[in-house]
């Protein structure tokens, strides 16, 4: 059993950047694949990036080059880097662990994080 627990969101301006962290409890946090995922209003909740055990990594295109994962497993925390944030950022952030290989797949997802808000605004 995995509990996650995410911090950081807030309200920027574009530009701004953020960190959110997503605090693991369970004692195999260092076997599991983790990943950010978000949802807007009226839309399907959309993979942002995700990170393997080994700490490969996978981006969506709306997230290269401008977001950054990554994981300290002796803190069994990901961070979510947001840097040059745009007004269609806005999403309420989900972290999630895959006890499988790391997917852009939500359904590949065994736990799931209560979310944090990400506002930007223009």
């Known amino acids: 059993q995995v509990q996650l627990v995410e911090s950081g969101g807030g309200l920027v301006q574009a530009g701004d950047s953020l960190r959110l962290s997503c605090a693991a409890s369970g004692r195999t946090f260092r076997t599991y694949a983790m990943g950010w995922f978000r949802q807007a209003p009226g839309k399907e909740r959309e993979f942002v990036a995700t990170?393997?055990?080994?700490?490969?990594?996978y981006y969506a295109d709306s997230a290269k080059g401008r977001f950054t994962i990554s994981r300290d497993n002796a803190k069994k925390t990901v961070y979510l880097q947001m840097n040059s944030l745009k007004p269609e950022d806005t999403a309420v952030y989900y972290c999630?662990?895959?006890?499988?290989?790391?997917?852009?797949?939500?359904?590949?997802?065994?736990?799931w994080g209560q979310g944090t808000q990400v506002t930007v605004s223009s």
């Open positions: 990170i393997s055990w080994t700490s490969s990594t």
């Open positions: 999630a662990a895959d006890g499988g290989k790391y997917s852009s797949d939500p359904g590949e997802y065994d736990y």
